[in-house]
């Protein structure tokens, strides 16, 4: 069989005409250089200023992100809208204020600790107590050899959820981190509603 070395006319005219009736997708940009002939290469882009060589022997520089992407639960709390007295409020942050019950959750697996924790707070209620305080502690510090962020303290990030859950969101008026001397970020102070 003889090989064919290119088109003959006849195909060259077919192709051209169904050339002429095809629009092109992505036109052109009348300012992008076109490519020099025979390279199929594009010029190279002029380097970006904002990035410098690194150079070895030097520190890679820290990241500015942390694992971590939800707020401490701290922040999370002084976010709220103080929805008590503002005077009581301020004197019970700076730990003016005496907790009139306790409840320490230490050592607790979070099946023991929320039912002990509606337990305390519905009976301290019925007591006609207003601020009582939740030890939570802040929880181990484990090894985070991982790109997964592994949350220490699962007792102090649940309990403010479970306060915010029923039974317990009807009874609870706010939820505070506690002051240094009643625990700091390892307690809460809870301050409840009346009884009517």
Not at 14 to 41: F, I
Not at 44 to 63: D, I, Q, V
Not at 108 to 120: D, G, K, S, W
Request: no cysteine; net charge positive.
């Amino acid at each position: 069989m003889k090989r064919r070395r290119g088109l003959s006319e006849e195909d060259r005219e077919l192709w051209s005409r169904v050339a002429a009736s095809t629009h092109a997708m992505h036109p052109k940009q009348p300012d992008a250089p076109a490519p020099a002939k025979g390279n199929l290469m594009p010029p190279p882009k002029a380097p970006n200023p904002a990035l410098r060589a690194f150079r070895p022997g030097e520190n890679a520089p820290t990241p500015k992100t942390t694992h971590d992407l939800a707020p401490p639960i701290g922040e999370d709390l002084a976010r709220q809208p103080v929805a008590m007295d503002r005077k009581a409020h301020r004197a019970m942050t700076r730990g003016k204020l005496e907790p009139e019950a306790r409840l320490d959750l230490h050592g607790m697996t979070l099946a023991e600790a929320h039912p002990r924790l509606i337990r305390f707070v519905l009976s301290s209620q019925d007591r006609g107590h207003r601020l009582i305080l939740i030890i939570t502690g802040k929880g181990k510090r484990a090894q985070d050899d991982g790109p997964i962020p592994v949350r220490t303290g699962i007792l102090r990030h649940q309990v403010p959820q479970w306060l915010r859950l029923p039974p317990l969101a009807s009874v609870v008026l706010q939820v505070t981190e506690a002051h240094l001397k009643h625990g700091g970020s390892g307690a809460y102070y809870i301050y409840l509603r009346r009884l009517r």
